[in-house]
Protein backbone atom coordinates (compact mmCIF):
# COMPACT_ATOMS: atom_id res chain seq x y z
CA UNK A 1 0.00 0.00 0.00
CA UNK A 2 2.77 2.10 1.25
CA UNK A 3 4.60 1.87 -2.46
CA UNK A 4 1.31 2.37 -4.12
CA UNK A 5 1.21 5.57 -2.24
CA UNK A 6 4.48 6.33 -2.85
CA UNK A 7 4.57 5.69 -6.58
CA UNK A 8 2.00 7.40 -6.80
CA UNK A 9 3.06 10.99 -5.33
CA UNK A 10 6.49 10.85 -6.91
CA UNK A 11 3.84 10.51 -10.13
CA UNK A 12 2.43 13.59 -8.76
CA UNK A 13 4.99 15.68 -7.70
CA UNK A 14 7.15 14.94 -11.18
CA UNK A 15 4.43 16.83 -13.06
CA UNK A 16 3.92 19.07 -10.88
CA UNK A 17 7.26 20.11 -11.13
CA UNK A 18 7.54 19.41 -15.27
CA UNK A 19 4.40 22.22 -15.40
CA UNK A 20 6.25 25.03 -12.87
CA UNK A 21 9.94 24.36 -14.51
CA UNK A 22 7.86 25.18 -17.81
CA UNK A 23 6.15 28.32 -16.21
CA UNK A 24 9.06 29.79 -14.88
CA UNK A 25 11.65 29.35 -17.81
CA UNK A 26 9.02 30.24 -19.88
CA UNK A 27 8.10 33.45 -17.75
CA UNK A 28 11.91 34.26 -17.00
CA UNK A 29 13.64 33.60 -20.99
CA UNK A 30 10.65 34.84 -22.65
CA UNK A 31 13.39 37.30 -24.23
CA UNK A 32 16.21 35.14 -24.93
CA UNK A 33 16.56 34.09 -28.08
CA UNK A 34 19.04 31.12 -29.83
CA UNK A 35 20.29 31.32 -33.57
CA UNK A 36 21.72 27.88 -34.31
CA UNK A 37 21.74 28.71 -38.07
CA UNK A 38 25.03 28.46 -39.72
CA UNK A 39 25.18 31.84 -40.87
CA UNK A 40 23.26 33.32 -38.07
CA UNK A 41 20.68 34.81 -40.29
CA UNK A 42 17.78 35.45 -37.83
CA UNK A 43 20.62 37.76 -35.98
CA UNK A 44 21.26 41.19 -36.81
CA UNK A 45 24.25 41.98 -38.03
CA UNK A 46 26.33 44.58 -35.40
CA UNK A 47 25.49 47.80 -38.33
CA UNK A 48 22.17 46.85 -38.52
CA UNK A 49 21.35 46.70 -34.39
CA UNK A 50 23.57 50.17 -34.61
CA UNK A 51 21.31 51.78 -37.14
CA UNK A 52 18.22 50.33 -35.43
CA UNK A 53 19.55 51.48 -31.83
CA UNK A 54 21.38 55.10 -32.86
CA UNK A 55 18.53 56.37 -34.93
CA UNK A 56 17.63 60.38 -34.07
CA UNK A 57 14.49 60.34 -34.56
CA UNK A 58 11.30 57.29 -33.64
CA UNK A 59 10.58 55.37 -37.01
CA UNK A 60 7.51 53.82 -37.74
CA UNK A 61 7.26 50.70 -39.83
CA UNK A 62 4.17 49.52 -40.87
CA UNK A 63 4.46 46.16 -43.01
CA UNK A 64 1.58 45.42 -45.41
CA UNK A 65 1.43 41.79 -45.37
CA UNK A 66 -1.53 39.60 -46.98
CA UNK A 67 -1.44 36.65 -44.54
CA UNK A 68 -4.38 35.42 -45.77
CA UNK A 69 -4.91 35.44 -49.22
CA UNK A 70 -0.86 33.70 -49.35
CA UNK A 71 -1.51 30.51 -46.33
CA UNK A 72 -0.43 27.88 -48.03
CA UNK A 73 0.91 29.98 -51.20
CA UNK A 74 5.20 29.36 -51.47
CA UNK A 75 7.31 30.78 -51.69
CA UNK A 76 5.37 34.25 -50.56
CA UNK A 77 3.75 32.54 -47.18
CA UNK A 78 7.09 31.36 -45.60
CA UNK A 79 8.95 34.85 -46.64
CA UNK A 80 6.26 37.11 -45.71
CA UNK A 81 6.40 34.95 -41.83
CA UNK A 82 10.24 36.32 -42.15
CA UNK A 83 10.01 39.61 -43.13
CA UNK A 84 7.93 39.92 -40.23
CA UNK A 85 10.16 37.78 -37.92
CA UNK A 86 12.80 40.33 -39.18
CA UNK A 87 10.75 43.23 -38.49
CA UNK A 88 10.29 42.17 -34.85
CA UNK A 89 13.67 41.60 -34.37
CA UNK A 90 14.72 45.41 -35.58
CA UNK A 91 11.53 46.14 -33.12
CA UNK A 92 13.21 44.77 -30.14
CA UNK A 93 16.44 45.26 -31.02
CA UNK A 94 16.12 49.44 -31.48
CA UNK A 95 15.75 49.98 -27.60
CA UNK A 96 11.72 51.52 -28.85
CA UNK A 97 13.37 53.30 -31.80
CA UNK A 98 11.83 51.35 -34.26
CA UNK A 99 8.21 51.28 -33.87
CA UNK A 100 6.36 48.25 -36.16
CA UNK A 101 2.88 47.87 -37.17
CA UNK A 102 1.25 45.04 -39.24
CA UNK A 103 -1.17 45.11 -41.54
CA UNK A 104 -3.26 42.44 -43.74
CA UNK A 105 -5.09 44.11 -46.10
CA UNK A 106 -8.11 42.89 -46.72
CA UNK A 107 -9.34 42.80 -50.81
CA UNK A 108 -11.67 46.47 -51.02
CA UNK A 109 -11.22 47.36 -47.63
CA UNK A 110 -9.36 50.73 -46.28
CA UNK A 111 -6.13 49.26 -45.82
CA UNK A 112 -5.78 48.17 -48.85
CA UNK A 113 -6.34 51.87 -50.10
CA UNK A 114 -4.05 52.71 -47.33
CA UNK A 115 -1.39 50.61 -49.60
CA UNK A 116 -1.76 51.39 -52.80
CA UNK A 117 -1.63 55.01 -51.67
CA UNK A 118 1.74 54.65 -50.23
CA UNK A 119 3.45 53.56 -53.40
CA UNK A 120 2.99 49.62 -52.78
CA UNK A 121 2.61 47.16 -55.42
CA UNK A 122 0.63 43.96 -54.99
CA UNK A 123 1.30 40.57 -56.39
CA UNK A 124 -2.24 39.71 -58.72
CA UNK A 125 -3.87 36.55 -58.15
CA UNK A 126 -7.55 36.09 -57.00
CA UNK A 127 -6.91 38.67 -54.71
CA UNK A 128 -4.35 41.18 -54.59
CA UNK A 129 -1.37 39.97 -52.20
CA UNK A 130 0.30 43.46 -50.81
CA UNK A 131 3.83 42.56 -49.05
CA UNK A 132 5.83 46.14 -48.86
CA UNK A 133 6.79 48.26 -45.98
CA UNK A 134 6.49 51.72 -45.68
CA UNK A 135 8.41 53.64 -43.25
CA UNK A 136 7.71 57.50 -41.77
CA UNK A 137 9.59 59.79 -39.23
CA UNK A 138 8.16 62.35 -37.00
CA UNK A 139 9.35 65.29 -39.74
CA UNK A 140 6.94 63.75 -42.35
CA UNK A 141 9.49 62.05 -44.11
CA UNK A 142 8.69 58.95 -46.31
CA UNK A 143 10.42 55.71 -47.76
CA UNK A 144 9.03 52.98 -49.00
CA UNK A 145 9.64 49.34 -50.64
CA UNK A 146 7.09 48.48 -52.82
CA UNK A 147 7.52 45.42 -52.93
CA UNK A 148 9.25 42.65 -51.02
CA UNK A 149 10.71 39.85 -53.65
CA UNK A 150 11.30 36.12 -51.85
CA UNK A 151 14.37 36.48 -54.75
CA UNK A 152 16.17 39.39 -53.21
CA UNK A 153 15.82 38.15 -49.86
CA UNK A 154 19.44 37.55 -49.06
CA UNK A 155 19.52 41.42 -49.34
CA UNK A 156 16.55 41.98 -46.95
CA UNK A 157 18.57 42.99 -43.49
CA UNK A 158 20.38 45.68 -46.03
CA UNK A 159 17.07 47.09 -47.48
CA UNK A 160 15.51 47.44 -44.14
CA UNK A 161 18.43 49.02 -42.22
CA UNK A 162 18.69 51.39 -45.26
CA UNK A 163 15.20 52.23 -44.91
CA UNK A 164 15.86 53.22 -41.03
CA UNK A 165 18.70 55.23 -42.05
CA UNK A 166 17.36 57.42 -44.81
CA UNK A 167 14.64 58.36 -42.25
CA UNK A 168 17.06 58.86 -39.78
CA UNK A 169 19.26 60.89 -42.09
CA UNK A 170 16.83 62.31 -44.20
CA UNK A 171 18.77 65.06 -45.61
CA UNK A 172 20.31 65.17 -49.16
CA UNK A 173 23.81 63.80 -49.19
CA UNK A 174 26.60 66.29 -51.66
CA UNK A 175 28.24 64.18 -54.04
CA UNK A 176 31.65 65.47 -55.76
CA UNK A 177 32.14 65.09 -59.52
CA UNK A 178 35.67 65.77 -60.88
CA UNK A 179 35.86 64.71 -64.32
CA UNK A 180 37.73 66.23 -67.83
CA UNK A 181 34.65 64.55 -69.52
CA UNK A 182 31.35 66.30 -70.56
CA UNK A 183 29.47 63.78 -68.41
CA UNK A 184 27.47 66.26 -66.49
CA UNK A 185 26.38 68.51 -69.55
CA UNK A 186 28.33 71.21 -71.50
CA UNK A 187 29.83 71.80 -74.78
CA UNK A 188 31.65 68.81 -76.86
CA UNK A 189 33.27 68.67 -79.91
CA UNK A 190 31.93 67.13 -82.81
CA UNK A 191 35.00 65.32 -85.31
CA UNK A 192 32.59 65.11 -87.99
CA UNK A 193 31.79 69.13 -87.96
CA UNK A 194 34.83 69.81 -86.22
CA UNK A 195 32.22 72.17 -84.01
CA UNK A 196 31.30 72.49 -80.52
CA UNK A 197 27.80 70.97 -79.66
CA UNK A 198 25.96 71.28 -76.39
CA UNK A 199 25.89 67.78 -74.86
CA UNK A 200 23.37 67.16 -72.49
CA UNK A 201 24.56 65.25 -68.78
CA UNK A 202 24.34 61.55 -68.96
CA UNK A 203 21.87 59.20 -68.05
CA UNK A 204 23.88 58.40 -65.17
CA UNK A 205 24.34 62.34 -63.47
CA UNK A 206 20.81 62.66 -64.17
CA UNK A 207 19.80 59.79 -62.27
CA UNK A 208 21.89 60.46 -59.49
CA UNK A 209 21.12 64.60 -59.46
CA UNK A 210 17.72 63.32 -58.53
CA UNK A 211 18.94 61.44 -54.96
CA UNK A 212 21.61 63.26 -54.05
CA UNK A 213 23.18 66.71 -54.45
CA UNK A 214 25.57 66.34 -57.51
CA UNK A 215 28.41 69.38 -57.29
CA UNK A 216 30.67 69.94 -59.61
CA UNK A 217 34.39 69.98 -58.90
CA UNK A 218 37.18 71.52 -60.57
CA UNK A 219 39.74 69.05 -62.17
CA UNK A 220 42.53 71.24 -60.62
CA UNK A 221 40.79 71.39 -57.29
CA UNK A 222 43.22 71.90 -54.36
CA UNK A 223 41.12 70.48 -51.48
CA UNK A 224 37.90 68.53 -51.54
CA UNK A 225 34.58 70.13 -49.35
CA UNK A 226 34.22 68.60 -45.80
CA UNK A 227 30.59 68.27 -46.69
CA UNK A 228 30.91 66.17 -49.94
CA UNK A 229 30.69 62.15 -48.61
CA UNK A 230 31.37 60.76 -51.64
CA UNK A 231 33.41 61.43 -54.21
CA UNK A 232 32.79 60.72 -58.00
CA UNK A 233 36.06 60.58 -60.24
CA UNK A 234 36.05 60.20 -63.58
CA UNK A 235 38.97 59.96 -66.20
CA UNK A 236 41.64 61.32 -63.92
CA UNK A 237 43.62 62.02 -66.59
CA UNK A 238 47.05 64.46 -66.24
CA UNK A 239 45.73 65.46 -62.68
CA UNK A 240 48.22 67.52 -61.20
CA UNK A 241 49.88 66.37 -57.86
CA UNK A 242 48.30 68.83 -56.04
CA UNK A 243 44.87 67.80 -57.02
CA UNK A 244 45.54 64.14 -55.95
CA UNK A 245 47.02 65.02 -52.67
CA UNK A 246 43.60 66.79 -52.33
CA UNK A 247 41.84 63.34 -53.36
CA UNK A 248 44.46 61.55 -51.00
CA UNK A 249 43.58 63.58 -48.25
CA UNK A 250 39.83 63.05 -48.81
CA UNK A 251 40.27 59.33 -48.89
CA UNK A 252 42.59 59.61 -45.24
CA UNK A 253 39.81 61.69 -43.39
CA UNK A 254 37.34 59.21 -44.18
CA UNK A 255 35.97 60.25 -47.58
CA UNK A 256 34.25 57.60 -49.82
CA UNK A 257 36.02 57.32 -53.10
CA UNK A 258 34.44 56.12 -56.83
CA UNK A 259 37.50 55.83 -59.37
CA UNK A 260 36.99 55.37 -63.17
CA UNK A 261 40.27 54.89 -64.23
CA UNK A 262 40.40 53.67 -68.01
CA UNK A 263 43.41 52.45 -69.98
CA UNK A 264 41.83 53.64 -73.07
CA UNK A 265 38.69 56.36 -72.94
CA UNK A 266 36.89 55.87 -76.19
CA UNK A 267 34.29 59.02 -75.15
CA UNK A 268 37.83 61.21 -74.51
CA UNK A 269 37.76 63.40 -77.59
CA UNK A 270 39.80 66.41 -77.26
CA UNK A 271 37.79 69.77 -77.86
CA UNK A 272 40.87 71.33 -79.69
CA UNK A 273 41.49 68.58 -81.93
CA UNK A 274 41.82 70.29 -85.52
CA UNK A 275 39.89 67.20 -87.25
CA UNK A 276 38.88 63.75 -86.79
CA UNK A 277 42.49 61.64 -87.14
CA UNK A 278 43.60 64.03 -84.31
CA UNK A 279 41.27 63.39 -82.26
CA UNK A 280 41.84 59.55 -82.57
CA UNK A 281 45.41 59.88 -82.44
CA UNK A 282 45.17 62.04 -78.73
CA UNK A 283 45.98 60.24 -75.78
CA UNK A 284 43.10 58.40 -74.07
CA UNK A 285 44.43 56.94 -70.81
CA UNK A 286 44.23 58.27 -67.28
CA UNK A 287 46.36 57.45 -64.21
CA UNK A 288 45.66 57.19 -60.69
CA UNK A 289 48.20 54.76 -59.64
CA UNK A 290 50.28 57.46 -57.63
CA UNK A 291 47.55 57.12 -55.20
CA UNK A 292 46.48 53.45 -55.65
CA UNK A 293 50.74 51.88 -55.67
CA UNK A 294 50.59 53.56 -52.08
CA UNK A 295 47.12 52.07 -51.47
CA UNK A 296 49.13 48.79 -52.96
CA UNK A 297 47.21 48.01 -56.24
CA UNK A 298 47.43 49.55 -59.90
CA UNK A 299 45.81 49.52 -63.42
CA UNK A 300 47.69 47.55 -65.77
CA UNK A 301 48.62 50.52 -68.37
CA UNK A 302 48.49 50.48 -71.57
CA UNK A 303 46.38 47.34 -72.20
CA UNK A 304 42.67 46.52 -72.39
CA UNK A 305 40.27 43.22 -71.08
CA UNK A 306 39.63 41.24 -73.98
CA UNK A 307 36.99 38.45 -73.56
CA UNK A 308 35.71 36.53 -76.41
CA UNK A 309 33.31 34.39 -74.41
CA UNK A 310 31.82 38.37 -73.66
CA UNK A 311 32.69 40.01 -76.75
CA UNK A 312 30.03 42.04 -77.81
CA UNK A 313 28.41 41.79 -81.54
CA UNK A 314 29.14 45.05 -83.95
CA UNK A 315 28.43 45.95 -87.27
CA UNK A 316 31.05 47.08 -89.50
CA UNK A 317 31.14 49.34 -92.37
CA UNK A 318 29.98 47.09 -95.44
CA UNK A 319 29.52 43.67 -93.34
CA UNK A 320 26.00 42.60 -93.49
CA UNK A 321 26.28 40.58 -90.50
CA UNK A 322 27.62 41.70 -87.05
CA UNK A 323 30.94 40.31 -85.72
CA UNK A 324 31.89 39.69 -81.96
CA UNK A 325 34.44 42.42 -80.82
CA UNK A 326 36.54 41.46 -77.81
CA UNK A 327 37.68 45.19 -76.66
CA UNK A 328 33.72 45.63 -75.57
CA UNK A 329 32.39 43.12 -73.39
CA UNK A 330 28.87 42.25 -71.84
CA UNK A 331 30.28 40.96 -67.83
CA UNK A 332 26.57 39.01 -66.57
CA UNK A 333 25.17 37.75 -63.62
CA UNK A 334 24.54 33.69 -64.05
CA UNK A 335 22.45 33.19 -60.42
CA UNK A 336 21.75 29.17 -61.47
CA UNK A 337 25.81 29.12 -61.56
CA UNK A 338 27.34 31.78 -59.61
CA UNK A 339 31.23 30.07 -60.37
CA UNK A 340 30.29 31.21 -63.87
CA UNK A 341 29.03 34.58 -62.66
CA UNK A 342 31.14 37.76 -63.99
CA UNK A 343 29.08 39.58 -61.45
CA UNK A 344 29.52 38.97 -57.52
CA UNK A 345 26.07 37.64 -56.10
CA UNK A 346 27.11 38.16 -52.44
CA UNK A 347 27.98 42.13 -53.15
CA UNK A 348 25.10 44.62 -52.50
CA UNK A 349 26.51 47.11 -55.05
CA UNK A 350 26.69 44.02 -57.76
CA UNK A 351 24.03 41.60 -56.07
CA UNK A 352 20.51 42.43 -57.83
CA UNK A 353 22.16 43.70 -61.52
CA UNK A 354 22.12 41.20 -64.58
CA UNK A 355 24.18 42.54 -66.84
CA UNK A 356 26.87 45.35 -67.39
CA UNK A 357 28.53 46.49 -70.85
CA UNK A 358 32.68 47.93 -70.68
CA UNK A 359 34.56 49.21 -73.37
CA UNK A 360 38.00 48.50 -73.50
CA UNK A 361 38.23 48.12 -69.68
CA UNK A 362 41.40 47.55 -68.15
CA UNK A 363 42.77 45.37 -65.53
CA UNK A 364 42.96 45.71 -61.96
CA UNK A 365 45.85 43.76 -59.71
CA UNK A 366 48.25 43.95 -56.56
CA UNK A 367 51.02 46.10 -57.32
CA UNK A 368 53.87 43.81 -58.02
CA UNK A 369 55.87 43.15 -54.89
CA UNK A 370 53.60 45.15 -52.81
CA UNK A 371 54.42 42.08 -50.28
CA UNK A 372 53.83 43.09 -46.58
CA UNK A 373 52.42 46.16 -45.53
CA UNK A 374 49.51 48.95 -44.89
CA UNK A 375 48.05 47.78 -48.00
CA UNK A 376 44.07 47.23 -48.54
CA UNK A 377 42.02 44.25 -49.09
CA UNK A 378 41.07 44.17 -52.84
CA UNK A 379 37.65 42.53 -53.19
CA UNK A 380 36.23 41.88 -56.84
CA UNK A 381 32.94 43.11 -57.83
CA UNK A 382 33.22 42.58 -61.60
CA UNK A 383 35.50 40.06 -63.68
CA UNK A 384 36.14 38.54 -66.60
CA UNK A 385 35.88 35.06 -67.74
CA UNK A 386 38.88 32.70 -67.18
CA UNK A 387 39.80 32.89 -71.18
CA UNK A 388 39.89 36.61 -71.05
CA UNK A 389 43.52 37.99 -72.22
CA UNK A 390 45.01 41.64 -72.35
CA UNK A 391 45.86 43.45 -74.88
CA UNK A 392 48.15 46.54 -76.58
CA UNK A 393 45.58 49.35 -76.79
CA UNK A 394 47.98 50.62 -79.38
CA UNK A 395 46.22 47.19 -81.72
CA UNK A 396 42.90 49.93 -81.28
CA UNK A 397 44.44 53.34 -81.90
CA UNK A 398 43.02 54.16 -85.19
CA UNK A 399 40.18 51.79 -86.24
CA UNK A 400 40.07 48.91 -84.67
CA UNK A 401 39.54 45.56 -86.71
CA UNK A 402 37.61 42.84 -84.65
CA UNK A 403 38.26 39.94 -87.13
CA UNK A 404 41.75 40.88 -86.41
CA UNK A 405 41.84 40.89 -82.95
CA UNK A 406 39.76 37.60 -82.24
CA UNK A 407 42.52 35.97 -84.97
CA UNK A 408 45.15 37.32 -82.21
CA UNK A 409 43.07 35.50 -79.57
CA UNK A 410 45.21 33.62 -77.27
CA UNK A 411 42.77 32.41 -74.13
CA UNK A 412 43.93 33.34 -70.35
CA UNK A 413 43.69 31.18 -67.95
CA UNK A 414 43.13 33.20 -64.74
CA UNK A 415 39.88 36.05 -64.09
CA UNK A 416 40.71 39.74 -64.83
CA UNK A 417 38.92 42.15 -62.31
CA UNK A 418 37.76 45.28 -63.66
CA UNK A 419 36.22 46.53 -60.73
CA UNK A 420 36.22 46.12 -56.94
CA UNK A 421 36.16 47.52 -53.82
CA UNK A 422 39.67 48.42 -52.04
CA UNK A 423 39.56 48.44 -48.06
CA UNK A 424 41.59 48.59 -45.40
CA UNK A 425 44.21 50.98 -43.23
CA UNK A 426 46.85 52.85 -45.59
CA UNK A 427 49.30 55.71 -45.55
CA UNK A 428 49.24 58.78 -47.45
CA UNK A 429 51.03 58.51 -51.28
CA UNK A 430 52.51 61.95 -50.68
CA UNK A 431 54.70 61.53 -47.11
CA UNK A 432 56.38 64.75 -48.07
CA UNK A 433 53.30 66.80 -47.58
CA UNK A 434 51.41 68.67 -49.73
CA UNK A 435 52.95 69.57 -53.11
CA UNK A 436 54.25 72.88 -54.38
CA UNK A 437 52.16 74.47 -56.69
CA UNK A 438 52.90 73.89 -60.59
CA UNK A 439 53.62 76.58 -62.47
CA UNK A 440 51.47 77.19 -65.51
CA UNK A 441 53.05 78.13 -68.34
CA UNK A 442 49.77 79.90 -70.17
CA UNK A 443 49.42 82.08 -66.79
CA UNK A 444 53.16 83.25 -65.78
CA UNK A 445 51.33 85.41 -63.07
CA UNK A 446 51.39 83.16 -60.02
CA UNK A 447 48.12 82.35 -58.16
CA UNK A 448 48.04 83.06 -54.28
CA UNK A 449 47.94 79.45 -53.17
CA UNK A 450 44.69 79.25 -50.53
CA UNK A 451 45.24 77.56 -47.24
CA UNK A 452 44.11 74.23 -46.58
CA UNK A 453 41.19 74.22 -43.86
CA UNK A 454 41.79 70.77 -42.85
CA UNK A 455 45.16 69.41 -41.08
CA UNK A 456 47.22 66.90 -43.16
CA UNK A 457 46.57 63.40 -42.63
CA UNK A 458 49.45 60.57 -43.24
CA UNK A 459 47.45 57.64 -42.91
CA UNK A 460 43.89 56.75 -42.94
CA UNK A 461 41.72 57.70 -39.55
CA UNK A 462 39.68 54.48 -40.28
CA UNK A 463 39.76 51.77 -43.10
CA UNK A 464 39.41 52.99 -46.48
CA UNK A 465 36.30 52.29 -48.74
CA UNK A 466 37.03 52.69 -52.47
CA UNK A 467 35.87 51.16 -55.52
CA UNK A 468 37.74 51.09 -58.33
CA UNK A 469 36.59 50.73 -61.78
CA UNK A 470 39.14 50.24 -64.82
CA UNK A 471 36.85 51.49 -67.12
CA UNK A 472 35.16 55.36 -68.16
CA UNK A 473 33.05 54.70 -71.32
CA UNK A 474 30.64 52.33 -69.58
CA UNK A 475 28.97 55.29 -68.32
CA UNK A 476 28.84 56.59 -71.88
CA UNK A 477 24.65 55.97 -72.61
CA UNK A 478 25.39 54.05 -75.65
CA UNK A 479 26.54 51.30 -73.58
CA UNK A 480 22.90 51.11 -71.70
CA UNK A 481 20.37 53.25 -73.04
CA UNK A 482 18.81 53.82 -75.95
CA UNK A 483 16.36 56.57 -76.76
CA UNK A 484 12.84 55.62 -78.25
CA UNK A 485 10.15 58.30 -79.25
CA UNK A 486 6.40 57.60 -77.10
CA UNK A 487 3.98 58.96 -79.80
CA UNK A 488 6.81 59.99 -82.26
CA UNK A 489 7.27 63.04 -80.13
CA UNK A 490 8.39 62.46 -76.10
CA UNK A 491 11.62 60.85 -75.85
CA UNK A 492 12.09 58.26 -73.76
CA UNK A 493 15.53 56.40 -72.04
CA UNK A 494 15.17 52.19 -72.43
CA UNK A 495 17.66 50.71 -70.71
CA UNK A 496 19.38 47.41 -72.17
CA UNK A 497 22.31 47.09 -69.61
CA UNK A 498 22.35 48.04 -65.66
CA UNK A 499 25.55 50.25 -65.88
CA UNK A 500 23.77 53.37 -64.72
CA UNK A 501 22.19 51.18 -61.76
CA UNK A 502 25.75 49.48 -61.24
CA UNK A 503 26.64 53.15 -60.21
CA UNK A 504 23.97 54.40 -58.56
CA UNK A 505 24.13 51.23 -55.91
CA UNK A 506 28.02 52.33 -55.62
CA UNK A 507 26.96 55.36 -54.25
CA UNK A 508 23.87 54.68 -52.36
CA UNK A 509 26.20 51.96 -50.63
CA UNK A 510 29.06 53.99 -50.42
CA UNK A 511 26.84 57.17 -49.03
CA UNK A 512 25.47 55.09 -45.92
CA UNK A 513 27.20 54.70 -42.55
CA UNK A 514 30.03 52.91 -42.04
CA UNK A 515 27.32 50.19 -40.03
CA UNK A 516 25.62 50.56 -43.39
CA UNK A 517 28.80 49.90 -45.50
CA UNK A 518 29.37 46.49 -42.94
CA UNK A 519 25.88 45.26 -43.70
CA UNK A 520 26.91 42.50 -46.35
CA UNK A 521 23.85 39.99 -48.47
CA UNK A 522 23.41 37.05 -45.95
CA UNK A 523 23.29 33.31 -46.95
CA UNK A 524 20.18 31.67 -48.33
CA UNK A 525 17.33 31.43 -45.88
CA UNK A 526 16.04 28.38 -47.82
CA UNK A 527 17.84 25.21 -46.87
CA UNK A 528 16.81 22.87 -49.49
CA UNK A 529 17.97 19.01 -49.86
CA UNK A 530 21.09 19.16 -52.09
CA UNK A 531 21.80 15.78 -51.00
CA UNK A 532 18.21 14.49 -52.20
CA UNK A 533 17.99 17.30 -54.95
CA UNK A 534 21.12 16.02 -56.73
CA UNK A 535 20.01 11.68 -55.79
CA UNK A 536 16.89 12.95 -57.53
CA UNK A 537 18.05 14.45 -60.57
CA UNK A 538 20.78 10.81 -60.88
CA UNK A 539 17.72 9.24 -60.85
CA UNK A 540 16.23 10.77 -63.49
CA UNK A 541 18.73 11.12 -65.73
CA UNK A 542 19.49 7.40 -65.79
CA UNK A 543 15.62 6.79 -66.19
CA UNK A 544 15.03 9.52 -69.02
CA UNK A 545 17.46 7.79 -71.08
CA UNK A 546 15.84 4.08 -70.82
CA UNK A 547 12.34 6.23 -71.43
CA UNK A 548 13.84 8.26 -74.76
CA UNK A 549 15.35 4.66 -76.18
CA UNK A 550 12.16 3.39 -75.43
CA UNK A 551 10.03 5.58 -77.32
CA UNK A 552 12.51 6.18 -79.95
CA UNK A 553 11.52 2.15 -80.11
CA UNK A 554 8.26 2.69 -80.23
CA UNK A 555 7.85 5.45 -83.01
CA UNK A 556 10.20 3.21 -85.47
CA UNK A 557 7.70 0.15 -85.06
CA UNK A 558 4.93 2.86 -85.93
CA UNK A 559 7.01 4.05 -88.53
CA UNK A 560 7.47 0.47 -90.12
CA UNK A 561 3.87 -0.38 -89.88
CA UNK A 562 2.85 2.55 -92.08
CA UNK A 563 5.55 1.81 -94.25
CA UNK A 564 3.72 -1.42 -94.76
CA UNK A 565 0.06 -0.28 -95.18
CA UNK A 566 1.47 2.66 -97.51
CA UNK A 567 3.14 -0.29 -99.66
CA UNK A 568 -0.57 -1.79 -100.25
CA UNK A 569 -1.93 0.31 -102.91
CA UNK A 570 -4.98 -1.97 -103.48
CA UNK A 571 -8.06 -1.37 -101.34
CA UNK A 572 -11.40 -3.48 -100.92
CA UNK A 573 -14.53 -1.36 -99.33
CA UNK A 574 -11.93 1.22 -98.15
CA UNK A 575 -9.41 -1.30 -96.12
CA UNK A 576 -5.73 -1.82 -97.22
CA UNK A 577 -5.73 -5.65 -98.24
CA UNK A 578 -1.86 -6.95 -96.28
CA UNK A 579 -0.15 -10.45 -97.23
CA UNK A 580 -0.21 -13.29 -94.70
CA UNK A 581 3.58 -11.97 -94.27
CA UNK A 582 2.52 -8.45 -93.83
CA UNK A 583 -0.18 -8.96 -91.22
CA UNK A 584 2.44 -11.08 -89.41
CA UNK A 585 5.50 -8.80 -89.12
CA UNK A 586 2.36 -5.83 -88.31
CA UNK A 587 1.45 -8.49 -85.53
CA UNK A 588 4.76 -9.01 -84.20
CA UNK A 589 4.94 -4.87 -84.36
CA UNK A 590 2.26 -4.31 -82.32
CA UNK A 591 3.40 -6.66 -79.58
CA UNK A 592 6.74 -5.57 -79.52
CA UNK A 593 4.97 -2.11 -79.04
CA UNK A 594 3.06 -3.40 -76.36
CA UNK A 595 6.05 -4.68 -74.82
CA UNK A 596 7.91 -1.67 -75.03
CA UNK A 597 4.99 0.56 -73.69
CA UNK A 598 5.20 -1.90 -70.45
CA UNK A 599 8.55 -1.45 -70.24
CA UNK A 600 8.26 2.28 -70.25
CA UNK A 601 5.67 2.04 -67.60
CA UNK A 602 7.81 0.28 -65.74
CA UNK A 603 10.70 2.81 -66.18
CA UNK A 604 8.32 5.59 -64.52
CA UNK A 605 7.44 3.26 -62.02
CA UNK A 606 10.89 2.68 -60.66
CA UNK A 607 11.41 6.28 -60.78
CA UNK A 608 8.69 7.10 -58.50
CA UNK A 609 9.34 4.35 -56.61
CA UNK A 610 13.08 5.44 -55.75
CA UNK A 611 11.55 8.65 -55.28
CA UNK A 612 9.12 7.57 -52.75
CA UNK A 613 11.64 5.45 -51.07
CA UNK A 614 14.11 8.08 -50.78
CA UNK A 615 11.46 10.31 -49.16
CA UNK A 616 10.57 7.30 -47.13
CA UNK A 617 14.00 6.38 -46.12
CA UNK A 618 14.62 10.07 -44.64
CA UNK A 619 10.95 9.92 -43.13
CA UNK A 620 12.22 6.72 -41.07
CA UNK A 621 15.88 8.56 -40.19
CA UNK A 622 14.06 11.59 -38.79
CA UNK A 623 11.26 10.51 -37.35
CA UNK A 624 12.30 6.42 -36.27
CA UNK A 625 16.14 7.04 -35.70
CA UNK A 626 15.98 9.89 -33.13
CA UNK A 627 13.48 7.80 -30.74
CA UNK A 628 15.33 4.76 -31.54
CA UNK A 629 19.12 5.93 -30.41
CA UNK A 630 16.89 7.40 -27.11
CA UNK A 631 15.16 4.32 -26.77
CA UNK A 632 18.52 2.42 -27.02
CA UNK A 633 20.08 4.81 -24.44
CA UNK A 634 17.42 4.05 -22.30
CA UNK A 635 18.00 0.53 -22.31
CA UNK A 636 21.56 0.62 -22.02
CA UNK A 637 21.25 2.80 -18.62
CA UNK A 638 18.55 0.51 -17.37
CA UNK A 639 20.45 -2.52 -18.05
CA UNK A 640 23.84 -0.96 -16.54
CA UNK A 641 21.70 -0.57 -13.28
CA UNK A 642 20.04 -4.16 -13.55
CA UNK A 643 23.57 -5.30 -13.67
CA UNK A 644 24.61 -3.13 -10.91
CA UNK A 645 21.59 -4.16 -8.34
CA UNK A 646 22.62 -7.91 -9.06
CA UNK A 647 26.07 -7.31 -8.29
CA UNK A 648 25.19 -5.65 -5.13
CA UNK A 649 22.77 -8.22 -3.79
CA UNK A 650 25.33 -11.55 -4.85
CA UNK A 651 27.73 -10.00 -2.88
Not at 27 to 43: C, E, I, M, N, P
Not at 166 to 178: D, E, M, R, T
Not at 418 to 443: M, W, Y
Request: proline fraction near 6%; glycine fraction near 6%; aromatic fraction near 6%.
Amino acid sequence: MNRSFNALLAIVILIALFLGINILVGQGVRRARVDLTQDKLFTLSDGARNIARNSDDTITLTYYFSEKSVAGVEPYNTYGKRVRELLEEFSRQSNGKVLLQVVDPAPYSEDEDRATAAGLVPLQGRDPIFMGLVGKNTTDGVQVIPALDPSEERFLEYNVSKLIYQLSNPKKKAVGLISPLNIAGGFVLNPQTQRPEQKRPSQVITELRQLYEVRELGVDSTEIPADIEVLLLVHPKDFKDQTLYAIDQFVLRGGRLIALVDPYCETDIPMNARNQMEAMLAPKASNLNKLLNAWGVEIVDSRFIGDLKRAVNVNQPGQREAVPYIGWVDMRMDKEKPADSNLVSGDLITGNLNRIVFATAGSIQDKPGRGEGSWVTVTPLVQSTDEAMLIDTAKIGMMPDPKKLIAEYVPGKSRLTIAARLTGPVKTAFPAGKPAATPDPNNPVEKKEEPTTQPALTESKSPINVVLIADCDFIDDRFYVQEDRLFGQIPVMRKFSDNADFVSNTVDNLGGSQDLISIRARGEYARPFTRVRDMLATAQTKYRAEEDALQQKVEQAKSKIEEIQRARPDQKDGAVILTAEQQATIKKLREDIAETNKQLRNVKFNLSKDVEQLGTNLKIINIGLVPAIVALFAVGIGWYRVSRRRVKISE
